[in-house]
């Protein structure tokens, strides 16, 4: 059977330096590819590679069995993105920045208002991006996978920032989206315990 999303033979320079070489992966809905490895060791890189940011010296990443070099716009409207920096616009508040994503991929019915209060942000709604701290940014970077109605979620480091509880409610969302048949690729430098298919890629 094919996999859903899949990486063949990938090897990836920066520099001189071999970040990693002729990885294999194959991922299907219900499963979590776990990239572990300490700060600097290649985990962004590779969720890069994955993404189609950064161009890799061998090797052939493929969603639904295609090349995703052949089908980017595809792929990309398939899959949200947690990145490092969560790449809100400062100047709109909360509430515009996550309409201005609902032009950008399909969405789920949720409405924001309720996503918000789940995620303990619903009062922040109305400033602006700047004013939120680290914290509430990365809660606010969970919202926007949330509304998203995407098979694919790409998540680097997501548990930075966060307290215990915010780092136990991002364990609850993945293990709910990968329960609803959703795919989870995600980047830590910490331990991932989740009752699920977890395929663990260490990078040194």
Do not use: Y
Request: net charge positive; hydrophobic share 45%; with cysteine.
């Amino acid at each position: 059977m094919t996999a859903k999303l899949s990486g063949r033979d990938l090897t990836l320079f920066r520099g001189e330096r071999c970040l990693f070489k002729r990885l294999n992966f194959a991922l299907n809905p219900g499963e979590m590819l776990l990239l572990e490895g300490a700060n600097g060791s290649g985990k962004t890189s590779l969720l890069k590679a994955i993404l189609g940011m950064l161009e890799l010296e061998t090797g052939e990443v493929s969603w639904n069995g295609e090349p995703v070099r052949n089908r980017r716009q595809r792929f990309h409207a398939a899959l949200a993105w947690m990145a490092h920096r969560v790449g809100f616009k400062a100047d709109l508040t909360l509430l515009e920045n996550l309409e201005f994503e609902r032009a950008l991929r399909p969405q789920r019915g949720d409405d924001i208002v309720s996503v918000l209060e789940r995620l303990g942000i619903e009062r922040l709604r109305q400033l602006p991006m700047r004013s939120l701290s680290a914290g509430q940014q990365r809660r606010a970077a969970l919202a926007r996978m949330l509304i998203a109605d995407v098979p694919l979620w790409l998540m680097d480091e997501p548990f930075t920032n966060l307290d215990r509880a915010g780092r136990a409610l991002v364990f609850k969302l993945v293990r709910e989206h990968l329960g609803r048949g959703g795919m989870c690729v995600v980047a830590a430098h910490q331990d991932v315990d989740i009752d699920a298919t977890i395929h663990r890629i260490e990078l040194r």
